[in-house]
């Protein structure tokens, strides 16, 4: 192993890449701040339609890889893309190019960061002990659980979440899968929500997100995140001597 130290230059040009995510996630929220609203896709509903009856198959490419570009640049709007693709496309294939969309995006923010200085980051981190060397390892050890809980309750905001696997230097397979399941759940309700929104134009509504923290839907998502903490649990149960 080469353990000569890098050139200056090139460890320079190892921050490229995240420096890149950060502006472009800048840029993106002053550019975009305000575009992606309900009230915007109301607007042009019917050119959005019409377009899509036209050439379903490039309105379909198109959606998938404006919904990755909005998660690759932490442009604001998630959730109307979200609601823009039950619109457009159904339930399904609705939420299938949402998902895809937002795995695809989540995932080039993740390789961003980690051909960047997430390797070194995470070197550093296992290097110099201590509790955030013990918390990084505990995520690689469980890392299925715990990317899937982080997916499932949304408490670290999306774009932290994919930026914290590759400084924790957790695999690519694993991210993404946990990725797609994880945010699954929560996809298909908004992507529901938006296959009604047909509906909700014609009153001169705009949809109540409120029903993602009602009982009926928080409940089974905190479940499935109890469910997916059971193999951490049970890790740290068998170390303290609980089993065997």
């Given at each position: 192993m080469d353990t000569r130290p890098k050139p200056p230059?090139?460890?320079?040009?190892?921050?490229?890449?995240?420096?890149?995510?950060?502006l472009?996630?800048?840029?993106?929220?002053?550019?975009?701040?305000?575009?992606?609203?309900?009230?915007?896709?109301?607007?042009h509903r019917a050119g959005l339609l019409a377009y899509?009856?036209?050439?379903?198959?490039?309105?379909?490419?198109?959606?998938v890889a404006a919904y990755a570009a909005i998660v690759a640049l932490s442009i604001p709007g998630a959730t109307i893309a979200t609601l823009t693709g039950g619109f457009l496309f159904g339930l399904f294939p609705g939420v299938l190019y949402n998902i895809i969309g937002a795995t695809i995006?989540?995932?080039?923010?993740?390789?961003?960061?980690?051909?960047?200085?997430g390797a070194d980051?995470?070197?550093?981190?296992?290097?110099r002990g201590g509790a955030v060397a013990r918390l990084q390892e505990g995520l690689r050890q469980n890392q299925w659980s715990a990317?899937?809980?982080?997916?499932?309750?949304?408490?670290?905001?999306f774009f932290l979440a994919n930026l914290i696997?590759?400084?924790?230097?957790?695999?690519?397979?694993?991210?993404?899968?946990?990725?797609?399941?994880?945010?699954?759940?929560?996809?298909?309700?908004?992507t529901s929500v938006g296959a009604g929104l047909g509906e909700v134009f014609a009153?001169?509504?705009?949809?109540?997100?409120?029903?993602?923290?009602?009982a009926p839907v928080l409940g089974p998502l905190l479940g499935l995140a109890a469910l997916s903490a059971l193999p951490m649990m049970l890790k740290v149960w068998q170390r303290k001597g609980g089993v065997g």
């Open positions: 230059s090139r460890r320079l040009l190892r921050h490229v890449p995240l420096a890149v995510i950060l472009a996630a800048v840029t993106g929220v002053l550019a975009f701040g305000d575009a992606l609203t309900f009230e915007t896709l109301s607007r899509r009856d036209a050439h379903l198959l490039l309105a379909s490419i198109g959606f995006g989540a995932a080039l923010v993740f390789l961003a960061a980690r051909a960047g200085i980051v995470a070197g550093r981190i296992a290097a990317l899937l809980i982080m997916r499932l309750v949304p408490v670290v905001p696997p590759a400084f924790a230097g957790i695999r690519l397979w694993p991210f993404v899968a946990t990725t797609a399941l994880g945010i699954l759940p929560a996809g298909l309700v908004f009153r001169g509504e705009t949809p109540d997100l409120g029903m993602v923290f009602t």
